[in-house]
């Protein structure tokens, strides 16, 4: 069994994806999680989907109304949102949004950029 790497990271030299042109996506990614900074102007969605992982979405700035397992709820700054795995789910920013997404284990369709359901404004 090898040792786990150390990562150290400031987000301002954490290469930055443009996934549509309402969206843009930052990740920092370890062994068994993943966090990712998501950045949404007002008015971006973030279709239905669903995944195996367990995600937990903090709010920085802003505000997202998600739509999971059919019930709403809008998360604002300061508030965390926790949804189980495969809970299928959707958000949509009320304002232009920073949110941390905590995913475990790490989502491979980001790291291989299979996300499709997030590119669908290009």
């Avoid at 549509?20 to 950045?39: K, S």
């Avoid at 397992?69 to 189980?84: D, F, M, N, S, T």
């Avoid at 920073?98 to 290009?122: A, C, I, Q, S």
């Amino acid at each position: 069994m090898s040792n786990p790497e150390l990562k150290y990271a400031a987000w301002k030299d954490v290469e930055r994806e443009h996934l549509n042109p309402q969206i843009d996506r930052e990740m920092v990614v370890g062994d068994q999680i993943m966090l990712a900074r998501v950045l949404m102007k007002k008015g971006a969605h973030v279709p239905l989907h669903h995944h195996h992982n367990e995600q937990v979405t903090y709010i920085l700035e802003g505000a997202l109304k998600f739509n999971v397992g059919g019930k709403e709820i809008v998360v604002r700054a300061g508030e965390v949102l926790c949804i189980p795995p495969n809970m299928p789910h959707e958000a949509w920013a009320e304002e232009d949004t920073v949110d941390l997404d905590v995913f475990n284990p790490p989502r491979e369709d980001w790291l291989n950029k299979t996300d499709d359901y997030l590119r669908h404004g290009r």
